[in-house]
């Protein structure tokens, strides 16, 4: 495989970023992360990051404009130039378009994990995290543990605010509203594969690679 240039779509709960992080680490490419790629921004100081800094600060949305300026900051390093797989980015069509003209003739694949809302709000409503370590932990089910503390720090997990039964509803339907101009976009140019995220973290990963090994040259 010469080169690996992947969209990761999914709902919140479909384990996107762990399969990310296991794409990434196979193919040799960087895995980027819109809340990542916002971060760092702010921690280099740059004019970019800096104006999506105060943005943030003041509990606003960074505009597609800025978003799109920072990915082609980050897709422009040595380290993507073999490709990378994209976690949050795009979002929109404007965005989609705008990674489009980014790559060139170079192929891009857009991933999407399916799965049911009904599992998705089961898992979201497991999920816990370790309030020092911050490690994400799914009680009860085949994504994580059937304990309660964190198996690094020994303390009690905690459910994170935004995983609470009415947040999760409100991110799906945002999600769902989103989501379909920019699968659609990718359908269109034949850049578009599905995975059933519904099965173990494993099976998924079996069918990205797959799909990936398949689809991408």
Known sequence: MTECNLVLIGPPGSGKGTQAVRIAERYGVPGISTGETL???GREDTPLGRQAKTI????????DEIMIDLMRERLSRPD???GFVLDGFPRTV???EALDAMVGLRSVLALVLVVPDAELTRRLSARRVCPR???LYAIGT???SEEEHCSRCGISLIRRDDDNP??????LLAYHTAVGPLVEHYRQRSALATVDGLRSPDAVWSAITHQIEDRVS
């Not at 943030?56 to 505009?63: D, F, N, Q, R």
């Open 39 to 41: 971060r760092a921004a």
């Open 56 to 63: 943030m600060a003041a509990g606003g949305l960074v505009s």
């Open 80 to 82: 993507a130039a073999r």
């Open 94 to 96: 404007g965005q989609a």
């Open 133 to 135: 370590c911050k490690t």
């Open 142 to 144: 085949h994504y994580g």
């Open 166 to 171: 009415e947040t999760i509803q409100r991110r």
